[in-house]
């Protein structure tokens, strides 16, 4: 889903970079009040995990690229605020070290994937973990269906973006079946792997999962009535 240099015009690129700036200056302020000393580090880890994977690649038609994104995973792990800020240091280094999608371009990714990627996979998740029995395995389940969804719609953000200010002569038909169909495949991909890795950290240190607070508080409630 990195995209190349030129892909996209220069005018819908500077809109984009705008509007993934704002996006990233609110998820700064909203990072300083959800991360303490024991879940910055893990903050970091997850970047770095999230690095890893993203390296993976899966050619799509019309030049591009698909690869398991890691935004469900943050936003469940550390909070959306923080899992914007760790996608958008991942896309950083990998388009100065890889050249993995242009500079020119950078802003037209971190408003897919730091923003689309992240706030829609935890808006899902706080959606299915509400209708779920308030347990740990609701949260791996939920996680699982944050990171199936927030695939695809990340990919339907580079559609419209496309859409809008597209250079290349492939039709938008072509784009969308090509990024949609295939994002939806490695959809299921991410939201095993997003549910498997929720499932290992809660396992252990089920203190650390931002996602998971908001039930432990539940049940807190609860035994307290």
């Known amino acids: 889903m990195h995209i190349p240099d030129g892909f996209i015009d220069i005018p819908t690129s500077v809109a984009f970079a705008g509007i993934a ?5 609110f998820s700064l302020r909203g990072a300083k009040s959800s991360l303490d000393e024991k879940t910055a580090p893990l903050a970091g ?18 030049g591009t690229s698909g690869h398991l994104l890691g935004g469900a995973l943050a936003a469940v792990l ?5 899992a914007s800020l760790a996608l958008t240091v991942v896309l950083l280094l990998q388009a100065l070290l890889f050249a ?37 395995s609701s949260v791996s389940i939920a996680a699982f269906f944050a990171g199936l969804i927030s695939v695809p719609c990340a990919a339907a953000g580079f559609v419209l973006q496309y859409a809008i200010g597209g250079t290349a002569t492939f039709s938008i038909t072509q784009v969308f079946t090509a990024m949609i169909g295939t994002h939806i495949l490695i959809g299921i991909g991410e939201g095993v792997i997003t549910a498997l ?13 931002y996602g998971y ?8 409630m609860r035994v307290k009535e």
């Not at 700036?21 to 200056?25: I, W």
């Not at 550390?78 to 923080?82: E, I, Q, T």
């Not at 499932?199 to 999962?209: C, E, G, I, N």
């Open 100 to 136: 993995d999608g242009g500079l020119t371009a950078l802003g037209l990714s971190i408003f897919n994937m730091s923003l689309i990627g992240v706030w829609v996979g935890y808006a899902i998740f706080l959606f299915v973990k509400k209708i779920l029995p308030k347990n740990k």
């Open 197 to 209: 890795a929720i499932s290992a950290v809660m396992a252990s240190r089920s203190d650390l999962v």
């Open 21 to 25: 700036a704002t996006g990233l200056a």
């Open 78 to 82: 550390v909070g959306p605020w923080a």
């Open 45 to 62: 880890l997850t970047a770095t995990f999230i690095f890893a994977v993203q390296m993976l690649n899966f050619p799509v038609a019309a």
């Open 213 to 220: 607070k908001g039930a432990t508080q539940v049940l807190e």
